[in-house]
């Protein structure tokens, strides 16, 4: 995987430009950077689907079922689903 890097609040608060947030609506909504949007990579039944792999079958599988997921319906799905391109 690529590298990653860290960046201080303070950094975060001077950058310009949209910050995309792609949690699930429900996570957004419990909190989120002060002007993000939202354009969620799962919507709250398919992370709830993810987690419960992840407790019933491991890490491994809910890596694949998210990949899954994420990769196989592709950004463009996701923002038709939801967030300020809906």
């Known amino acids: 995987m690529g590298e990653t890097g860290s960046i201080e609040i303070q950094q975060l608060r001077e950058l310009k430009g949209p910050l995309v947030d792609v949690r699930s609506p429900s996570e957004f909504e419990k909190g989120h950077w002060p002007g993000a949007i939202n354009v ?3 919507n709250d039944e398919e992370r709830a689907a993810v987690g419960t792999a992840y407790k019933q079958q491991g890490r491994t599988q809910a890596i694949h079922r998210g990949a899954t997921r994420a990769i196989g319906a592709g950004p463009k799905a996701a923002l038709s689903r ?5």
């Open 82 to 86: 939801s967030g300020p391109f809906a």
């Open 40 to 42: 969620p990579l799962f």
